[in-house]
């Protein structure tokens, strides 16, 4: 009868480790986004004018450009200009790709751009988009 005691302690035992180990291995799977965790981290400055030249060249040229070229225009996409960008931008399709609302989240299976890059497109965008 001992015996019997001291076996299902140690099978009690060993069931209480497996359901920590599982219960911690689960929560180590969770990994979290510096973007989403500090939205507004860094230098972003974006209360001066935002041109089409000096914020959202490089920004399409550090995510979208290889891609979206004229050269190699992916979905009929073009970044690397302003015609083609403005044209996506003025359809209303390039922020909610952008931004991962849409159908086709950009960049293709990869993380939302940063929030200050997203913040740049925005306001690139709801000021109409100019090319200046």
Known sequence: MADQITCNMKNLIRLTVMIILFSIALSGCYYDKDNEL?????????????????SIVPIMVANCNTCHSAANPSGDVITNTYPGLSVVAKKGKLWPSVNHEGSFPMPKGLDKLSACDLTKIKKWIDGGSLEN
């Open 38 to 54: 500090y939205p507004l981290s860094g230098n972003c400055d974006t209360t001066g004018v935002m041109t089409y030249s000096q």
